[in-house]
C-alpha cells in the first residue's frame, strides 16, 4: 500500500528567477501556499510570519536555480534534477577533446558577455 503524501505530485511549476520574484513581492499570500514539487507538502508556509521584502532575498533556500522548482527544505538539497542528470549522461559518453572544447566554448562565451556593456 503507497501512502500519497509520498509521492511527488504529477504537476508542477518551473519559476524562472524573474518570475518567483515576483510571486514573492507580489502575491505573498499565493506564495506562501506553494507546494513541494517533490513531495507535495507545503514548501513555504514557514514564510507566513515574515516580511516579503525580506523573502525575495532568501530565494535560493526554497528555489532550485538548475529546474526552477519550489521544493521544501527536506528535498531543496536532497532532490536530482533531471535537467543535470542529462547534462551527466551527456557527459558520461563524452572523449576528453569534445569536454576540452566545450569548456572552452563556455569560456569565450563568458568572455564575451563580459566584454559586451
Given at each position: 500500500?503507497?501512502?500519497k503524501?509520498?509521492?511527488p505530485?504529477?504537476?508542477?511549476?518551473r519559476?524562472?528567477?524573474?518570475?518567483?520574484?515576483?510571486?514573492?513581492?507580489?502575491?505573498?499570500?499565493?506564495?506562501?501556499?506553494?507546494?513541494?514539487?517533490e513531495?507535495?507538502?507545503?514548501?513555504?508556509?514557514?514564510?507566513?510570519s515574515?516580511?516579503?521584502?525580506?523573502?525575495?532575498?532568501?530565494?535560493?533556500?526554497?528555489?532550485?536555480?538548475?529546474c526552477?522548482?519550489?521544493?521544501?527544505?527536506?528535498?531543496?538539497?536532497q532532490?536530482?534534477?533531471?535537467?543535470?542528470?542529462?547534462?551527466k549522461e551527456r557527459?558520461?559518453?563524452?572523449?576528453?577533446?569534445?569536454?576540452?572544447?566545450?569548456?572552452a566554448?563556455?569560456?569565450?562565451?563568458?568572455?564575451?558577455?563580459?566584454?559586451?556593456?
Amino acid at each position: 500500500m503507497t501512502d500519497k503524501a509520498e509521492e511527488p505530485p504529477q504537476e508542477f511549476t518551473r519559476y524562472p528567477r524573474a518570475d518567483i520574484e515576483d510571486l514573492v513581492k507580489n502575491k505573498f499570500k499565493t506564495f506562501c501556499k506553494e507546494k513541494c514539487a517533490e513531495c507535495g507538502k507545503p514548501a513555504t508556509k514557514r514564510f507566513n510570519s515574515m516580511m516579503s521584502v525580506l523573502v525575495v532575498h532568501m530565494i535560493d533556500s526554497f528555489w532550485c536555480r538548475d529546474c526552477g522548482r519550489v521544493l521544501c527544505e527536506s528535498h531543496r538539497h536532497q532532490h536530482t534534477c533531471e535537467l543535470i542528470d542529462q547534462q551527466k549522461e551527456r557527459n558520461k559518453n563524452i572523449t576528453h577533446e569534445q569536454l576540452a572544447a566545450q569548456i572552452a566554448e563556455v569560456e569565450a562565451r563568458k568572455e564575451a558577455k563580459s566584454s559586451t556593456p
